[in-house]
């Protein structure tokens, strides 16, 4: 099975622009988590989706949105961009049932504000 | 709140020494507790995971970790360091009512010298 990938691997963006990050689960995966990872806070959670609906969120800003799509492919998107943006945007899938299963990370997309 | 602390921001050992990387926790009940590695402009791969039962876990590449109730710990060890072992590794536990929003340490990285 392919892994989790995640489209760009790298961007640049200016600051007040906007940008959307895009996240393809393994295949049968409904769940998908986005997290946040930046030198000075560590990795954070955003949010996570499942069946097209948010079930949990973090501690982020309203500029920080996702949703998913009926394939289970997931869009984050941040809005009026700032410095304290720059980061890696980390993307993981998750098969569903039973108590709990592993989350499955994608390599990244690093997120430049310039 | 829950708190994941990782005490090693980094740690040097010579190829073939044996390695304990420290992480305590900060949780009401006994959650899901993980460790993570990340090389550089990599994902996170799990190593190992703890739900319940036995206290002394073996994960990946030769990767074991023992979690210690009453000290809310859950170290991980290797008898002996590869020089690929070199890489960052992450702490991180879920709560068991919603696993999937996972609290992560700050990390600790760890360089192999020959």
């Known amino acids: 099975k392919a892994g989790v990938t995640q489209t760009p691997r790298y961007l640049i963006k200016t600051r007040g622009q906007q940008v959307t990050l895009s996240c393809s689960p393994i295949?049968?995966?409904?769940?998908v988590s986005w997290y946040q990872q930046t030198p000075g806070q560590g990795l954070q959670f955003l949010f996570e989706?499942?069946?097209?609906?948010?079930?949990n969120k973090g501690n982020f800003p309203g500029r920080f949105s996702g949703r998913q799509f009926s394939n289970s492919r997931s869009e984050m998107n941040v809005s009026t961009l700032e410095l304290g943006d720059s980061a890696l945007y980390l993307c993981?899938?998750?098969?569903?049932?039973?108590?709990?299963?592993?989350?499955?990370f994608g390599p990244g997309t690093r997120l430049t504000v310039l | 709140a829950q708190s994941v602390t990782q005490p090693d921001i980094h740690i040097t050992v010579s190829e073939g020494a044996s390695l304990e990387l420290r992480c305590n926790y900060s949780?009401?009940?006994?959650?899901?507790l993980f460790w993570y590695v990340q090389s550089p402009g990599q994902g996170l791969q799990l190593l190992l995971k703890y739900f319940s039962g036995d206290t002394l876990v073996q994960g990946i590449k030769g990767f074991e970790a023992e979690f210690k109730r009453s000290q809310s710990s859950f170290n991980l060890r290797k008898p002996s360091v590869h020089w690929s072992d070199a890489a960052e590794y992450f702490c991180?536990?879920?709560?068991?009512?919603?696993?999937?929003?996972?609290?992560f340490g700050a990390g600790t990285i760890l360089r192999v010298k020959s």
């Open positions: 949780y009401g009940a006994t959650p899901y």
């Open positions: 989706y499942f069946s097209e609906t948010q079930r």
């Open positions: 295949s049968g995966h409904r769940s």
């Open positions: 993981a899938s998750r098969p569903t049932g039973g108590n709990y299963n592993e989350q499955f």
């Open positions: 991180a536990v879920a709560p068991r009512e919603y696993g999937n929003k996972l609290v």
